[in-house]
């Protein structure tokens, strides 16, 4: 009983360390297109009003992204 559990143990860590050493890029580069978004965005933006919704849009732009390319591809 205790050579499995101590089996077991050892299966945890390897799949958290397995999990871990994937990484995941999709993150930072989010960020980066966010951040550019943001800065184009707001540089068209008059008032506080529109620097709201500038940043709105730069928080989706993928979204509308993909709805694009979907279109395009269809047609």
């Known amino acids: 009983m205790g050579d499995a ?3 077991n143990k050892k ?3 390897y799949k958290t360390v397995v999990k871990k ?6 993150g930072p580069v ?3 297109g966010f ?3 943001a800065v184009y965005y707001v ?6 009003g529109e620097v709201l919704v500038a940043l709105l849009k ?5 979204a509308y992204l ?3 390319l979907l279109r395009f591809l269809n047609a």
């Open 5 to 7: 559990m101590a089996e």
């Open 11 to 13: 299966n945890v860590k």
């Open 21 to 26: 050493k994937g990484g995941d890029a999709a």
């Open 30 to 32: 989010y960020f980066l």
């Open 35 to 37: 951040i550019g978004a």
């Open 43 to 48: 540089q068209i933006a008059d008032g506080f």
């Open 58 to 62: 730069a928080i989706v732009w993928p």
């Open 66 to 68: 993909v709805w694009e």
